[in-house]
């Protein structure tokens, strides 16, 4: 894979109308959201080059104004499901649902590769 084509995030840079709630609000089996919670918010990611072998070193927060939003933080050496790999994908799962017609800000360093991304994304009124 080009390694200029990464990170690829979603929600993407700038996207409106992100909804608010993990499987819109719908059960996914399996479940990959930590403890089964339920109404927990839609799901960040960032996807890296696979590194088969090396560890994952990274740092991935979602902030709305200035303040860090609660997440699990689901990565290929930690995945939030034990029985469900994900090599190359960070995902953040937020432990509430989102807040409606919201600006957020989600930031991603990767110390091993020096990849780096910052974005904003709105939610749905």
């Known amino acids: 894979p080009?390694?200029?084509?990464?990170?690829?995030?979603?929600?993407?840079?700038?996207?409106?109308?992100?909804?608010?709630?993990?499987?819109?609000?719908?059960?996914?089996?399996?479940?990959?959201?930590?403890?089964?919670?339920?109404?927990?918010?839609y799901p960040v990611t960032v996807q890296i080059p696979e590194r088969r072998g090396k560890g994952?070193?990274?740092?991935?927060?979602?902030?709305?104004?200035g303040t860090e939003v609660a997440c699990w933080l689901s990565t290929p050496d930690a995945p939030a499901r034990k029985?469900?790999?994900?090599?190359?994908?960070?995902?953040?799962?937020?432990?509430?649902?989102?807040?409606?017609?919201?600006?957020?800000?989600a930031r991603f360093k990767d110390r091993l590769s020096g990849l780096e991304k910052e974005w904003t994304f709105t939610t749905r009124k």
């Not at 029985?83 to 800000?105: A, F, H, N, R």
């Open 56 to 65: 994952c070193d990274a740092e991935f927060q979602l902030f709305t104004g």
């Open 83 to 105: 029985d469900w790999p994900q090599p190359g994908v960070l995902c953040l799962i937020p432990k509430e649902k989102l807040k409606p017609s919201t600006t957020y800000t």
């Open 2 to 41: 080009d390694p200029k084509a990464y990170p690829i995030v979603y929600p993407v840079s700038s996207q409106e109308d992100v909804p608010l709630e993990f499987a819109l609000g719908a059960r996914e089996n399996p479940n990959p959201v930590p403890n089964d919670a339920s109404g927990v918010g």
